[in-house]
């Protein structure tokens, strides 16, 4: 449909407003129904999910998918406000640096990253503190998910909470943990994300690629999911030679959410020959 004509904007006149009425508004009511929808011949919607999400979560992929036209509509939380594990308070956006080790099972293509396990079970810890201190023991349907792009490390991730001293003492059965794909259309209080690649010398191997990581449709859905709070582990050494993962990583340095593997080049938006020599020597 994106390819016929009457669907396309006009260079001066964008979208002809008898076939295409976008959707730009950014909510939901707590049963998931859109609050206010007018009557329109035919819709054309770039967001299909409408998301409560806070501005600054949505910022990134508003700007790289949406030409920065969505209206956040997210209505403000008691029990997000004054997160003691957020490195710039009252900014609900987190990537945590990690220099891990991409691992492989025997016969098996998907990847695991202990290292970052190890960080998405602490943050989970601390967000379990945080909801204790505002009285909260039981963590609700739809309020804490966490993402990897890679099945592999969902498992990883599900058996070392289980396996966790700490953790097991909690009621955990209503934190979902899975795919990018499982989450399409889904939306959570809390969105931890794990994404897994990282060895920057796979970089120069012939026919090396992102995969997953790379998909700038999975991107977008992971990046959208949370209403409160995002937290992204990651590589920023291999993620920051992709378009899209290069601006959201250097959002975060802009905006003094990002801790962990201290990283370079503050100023750069887009990869650079600084980056290549970088990563050469990494």
Known sequence: MRDNYLYKPDEDLGFDSQFITKLLKNYRSDHGDLLSL??????????????????????????????????????????????????????????????????????????????????????????????????????QPGETGIISPYGKQVDKIQMAIQSDAELSKENLENVEVGTVDKFHGKEFSVILMSTGRTFPRLLHKPHFSLGFVKDERRFNVAMTRARYLLIVVGDPRLLVTEKSWNKFIHYCLKEGAYRGLPFFDITEDTPTTAHTQVLSAA
């Open 38 to 139: 007018s009557f329109i011949v035919l819709i054309f919607t770039f967001h299909s999910d409408f998301l409560r999400s806070h501005p600054s979560i949505l910022k990134v992929p508003n700007d790289l998918f949406y030409n920065g036209e969505l209206q956040p509509c997210a209505c403000p939380s008691q029990l997000y406000k004054q997160v003691e594990l957020l490195p710039r308070e009252g900014f609900p956006v987190v990537f945590h640096g990690v220099a891990g080790i991409s691992q492989q099972l025997i016969g098996f293509p998907s990847l695991y990253n202990r290292a970052e396990i190890q960080v998405i079970k602490d943050y989970l810890k601390s967000l379990i503190k945080h909801f204790h201190q505002k009285n909260v023991s039981h963590i």
